[in-house]
């Protein structure tokens, strides 16, 4: 198999070192959004593992994916803190106003909303996290007011 | 250059989470005089009063906390400060919640810019290092031994000995790894280490590495900490280019690297075994002890485990002019404890005081009670393995031993305050869903039990006083108990027989 010039460019970072798979699938999914079959079988012959091995380590853990998801992802943590800090209703009020369900894409691919367990912004919570950015006493017209900022959604 | 005005403007994650990138994005577009910097310090750990803006003149450095506030009107940097001392700006160092604390190993969050090598190595930064290289490795283990530290990341393991064990390998190959995966819920001392002090990291794993001979270093570092990233890579870059890390550091001979590895979003990763399966590049499945990683590890390789407090904390133990740490607390509970106040709670943050705090104290005198106002009814301590205490146990001293007689642990330092409008039966079924989620799947009990129980708690929402579904609650919760192989399926029980036992009538009709 020909591997594609571009994954080999990607992938040379970690073939030589110890345990590189973890890094290299990070960087497969940063670069090309989320983790093909072509990916995987290329994957296998680099690292040395078969390709059920790749989807094994794939698909244990929540942040890597096998198929394409919104460019923007919220996340919103549901764990204990941010529990006491009515994090559930938020979740609810956040799922119908951009009526998709928690692991939903819209449909022009733009948002994606995910549950998360712990942002360590505990103390400042509910919190959520807009791609790399964290969101603490969070509530809807937060979120909606950060989507407009970084002009992800301008619409309400 | 010593400018005239300094400004700073914290740069961590929760500061930044309310708005301190913000204010910091519009107080750059308005300076247009050169007396004046700003420098992004780090955050004090008040997160409550975040964003803590502080401006330093003539030697006097005061604050104000920009919670909320709009800044868009101002126009000019002499709008900022006007608009600032009308806000009666104050020391945060002079109040209570930073001055009755112990601050030892968070001792220089606030202060400066957390990757200022200098100002680092000005505050005793480096001279630990230098003192274990004088020594050597077994005198440093020696040390730490004494100290009395146990390990910060839950297990309150001694860390001088996991040392000597690792130490004492016939390995020509070891490694260390930094355990930076912060999983609990209610937890960010860790991150608060990786974002305000990372060279305190660097040099706590330095040194350790020097102890047990290791020369490679890796942090698992979880995917939920991309501030904490960026810090971690500017602050290892400007380590090697000191000749910090790297080869023949300060001329010791000593070589040492370390490599940053980010997980993925799974809990069950920072059990020590499930990490290094990770970081090897499998699925995080956990491994059965024997062998002990201290002894075949990473790689097949004797390998030192530590959490990032713990690493942090080795520094401190190293100066020889300071042995305060060692003089607090007794037993186990020896030193400082980061405990984490967070949840419904006024005062949330970082605070770093002795063990044997109770719980009265850390919630009223620093949490100054509810954020709603409401009374509170839970506060649950130690993660999600940990245990649910009620409103009429706030005596309680969270030592190591007396959380132990309550089936409890401090685990990782997180304290999280629910007011009455929690429901318990919910808090005892959310324990069994996070197992259910977070399971790594290698055993039964935990994979499978997990399932059951929250079937069985489903049920005991609709009728508390069915006494065959509180039997088997309890006969599953022995069995996950006995029976798992980690902590994860054998303490997921911990909460939920807190819940049974502290909150009579909640979950179960007594
Ligand atoms: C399910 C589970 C999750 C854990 N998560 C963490 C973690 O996120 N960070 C951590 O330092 N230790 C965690 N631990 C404890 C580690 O297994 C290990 O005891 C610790 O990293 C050792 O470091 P220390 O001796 O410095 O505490 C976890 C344990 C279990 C069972
Ligand atoms: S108790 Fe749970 S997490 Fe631990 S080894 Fe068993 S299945 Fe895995
Ligand atoms: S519990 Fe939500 S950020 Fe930690």
Redesign the interface.
Known sequence: MIMSTNLKKILSPFVDIKGGLMPALHAVQDHLGFISKDNISELAIVFNYSQAEIIDVITFYDDFRLEPIGKNIIKLCQAEACQSQNCKQLLSDVTSHFNLNLDETSSDLNITLKEVFCLGNCALGPSVMINDEVIGEATTKKIIGHLKKHKIQNNE | MNKAIKIFIPNE??A???GAQYIYEVISKLINKNNIEIIRNSSWGA??L?PYIEIEKEGIRRGVSYRDIDLSDLTTIEDFFIDFNKREPFDIQSIDFIKKQKRLVFSRIGHHDPLDIECYKNTKGYKPLLNSLKIGPQETINTIKESGLTGRGGAAFPTGIKMQTVFDQDSSIKYLACNAD???????S??LVMESDPFSLIEGMTIAAYAVGASIGYIYLR?????AKTFLLQAIEIAVENNFLGKNILNSGFDFNI?L???????VCGEETAMME???????LVRSKPPLPAISGL?KKPTLINNVVTLATIPMLLDSDEDEFSKIGSNKSVGTMPF?????IKH??LIETRFDISLEELVRDFGSGT?SGNPIHAI?IG??LGIYLSSSMLNTSLTIEALQELKGSIGHG?I????NT?DMAE?AK?AME?CV??SCGKCTPCRIGSVRGVEIINRLQKNKANADDANLLNDLCETMEATSLCAMGGMTPNPIRSIIEFFPNELIQK
Do not use: C, M
């Not at chain 2, 999983?183 to 960010?188: S, V």
């Not at chain 2, 990770?278 to 995080?284: C, F, L």
């Not at chain 2, 984490?340 to 419904?344: D, E, K, M, P």
């Open positions: 994650t929760s930044n989470s309310v997160f409550w975040e912060e999983g609990d819920g209610g937890t960010f860790d991150r995917s939920e900490y991309p501030l490599d590895r980010i997980g993925a979003g799974s809990y990770s970081i090897e590049g499998r699925r995080g790689f984490q106040l967070s949840g419904n949330s943050g954020k649950q993660g999600p997180g999280i305050v629910f007011d929690v808090q959310f996070f989620k977070e």
